[in-house]
Nanobody
Framework: EVQLAESVGGSVQAGGSLRLSCAVSGALDTGRSCMAWLRQTPGKERDTVAVIDRDGTTNYDDPVKGRFTISKDNAKKTLFQQMNNLKPDDTGMYYC??????????????????????WGQGTQVTVSS
């Protein structure tokens, strides 16, 4: 059984930083998987914030470009997201997700619209102004 477990999020003031991690257990090769961080806020759909393909190619939603960095350690089967210069609009429940195959590519970059097979339980990030 594949399981994804996010680290505890946190509460920070605007301008602060947080680092999320997502540990993968079970029979999933993260080196062959499309993986992502998604965010959901009350009343809104879950949207992709950042995605990383099996070869390390990344893509980001426009509002977080230059502030968030997605990465992974395939040996440790762990996904990361470094979040800098956080803003109140970054507040939400963050989920890590993974698929059994590589990302759909659009113009050579991983698509922000993907169907994922596995999900973490989510971790809350709150940014205050």
């Amino acid at each position: 059984e594949v399981q994804l477990a996010e680290s505890v999020g946190g509460s920070v003031q605007a301008g602060g930083s947080l680092r999320l991690s997502c540990a993968v257990s079970g029979a999933l090769d993260t080196g062959r998987s499309c993986m992502a961080w998604l965010r959901q806020t009350p009343g809104k759909e879950r949207d992709t914030v950042a995605v990383i393909d099996r070869d390390g190619t990344t893509n980001y939603d426009d509002p977080v470009k230059g502030r968030f960095t997605i990465s992974k350690d395939n040996a440790k089967k762990t996904l990361f997201q470094q979040m800098n210069n956080l803003k109140p609009d970054d507040t939400g429940m963050y989920y890590c997700a993974a698929s059994r195959w590589g990302c759909t590519l659009i113009n050579g970059r991983p698509s922000l619209v993907e169907t994922y097979s596995y999900w973490g339980q989510g971790t809350q990030v709150t940014v205050s102004s």
